[in-house]
């Protein structure tokens, strides 16, 4: 995906400017859906602690985190402030978080869902037009950030949501030990986005994911 300043140094103001749109959306609407998913994932599994210091909401200055939002607009992927869970509550701990942790990306797959089928249908109605190109581009670019934001979620180290959903499946022992070093790694990937070093692997895995979420809504627009 390409950065703001790239469409700005290679005189895409038109594709610059949707991508500055489609962030400030993805911050105010997509990143506190994807912590609302979370809490209301944990509400319905017996923990109400999102519920009780009210982030049950999509108020996005509720979820919002600086760095976060900083590193959507470098990047285009960061993360708001996790909905506060108790474990404790649940009936089935591990088997609690893994679910509670997956409903985030879900709900980034399910918005990236809903902004393809708007794409494919602005679409049909031509690009020719600058205002119709910019309104399907917005949907297309709005997509790509939310499947960005999934994929990215669901790498398998702390603090995201991959971290949570690899309780379910390793030992406590070795889970608990992996997240002694959440510090460190978060580090790590700090200077791993930095540099670029994950920057195939995620567009590969995003793209991939991005042709499996479009499959149905282009079937859809391509019958008409």
């Known amino acids: 995906m390409l950065s703001i300043l790239s469409y700005l140094r290679t005189g895409n103001y038109i594709e610059a400017i949707i991508a500055i749109l489609s962030r400030c959306f993805v911050v105010f609407c997509c990143l506190p859906i994807h912590e609302l998913a979370h809490g ?3 509400d319905k599994l017996g923990d109400h602690t999102a519920r009780n210091q009210g982030r049950l909401t999509f108020n996005p200055f509720s979820h919002l985190n600086p760095l976060g939002t900083i590193m959507i607009f470098l990047f285009g992927i960061g993360y708001a402030n996790p909905v506060p869970i108790n474990p404790n509550n649940f009936k089935n701990p591990k088997k609690g978080m893994a679910l509670t942790a997956l409903a985030g990306p879900v709900s980034n ?4 869902f809903v902004s393809l089928f ?20 917005f949907f297309y670019f709005s997509a790509s950030v939310n499947v960005t934001l999934a994929v990215f979620n669901l790498i398998p180290i702390p603090p995201l949501d991959g971290s949570r959903i690899l309780l379910a499946v390793l030992p406590d022992d070795k889970y608990f030990k992996y997240m002694q070093y959440e510090r ?24 991939f994911m991005m042709r499996i979420v479009g499959i149905i809504p282009k079937l859809i627009f391509n019958l008409f």
Request: proline content about 2%; glycine content about 6%; overall charge neutral.
């Open 40 to 42: 209301l994932m944990a």
């Open 118 to 137: 708007f794409y494919y249908g602005v679409s049909k109605i031509g690009l020719s037009n600058t205002v119709v190109y910019a309104i399907a581009y």
């Open 109 to 112: 797959l399910l918005m990236a």
């Open 184 to 207: 460190y790694i978060m580090i790590a990937l700090m200077i791993a986005l930095f540099t670029g070093v994950l920057d195939t692997p995620i567009s590969f895995l995003s793209n």
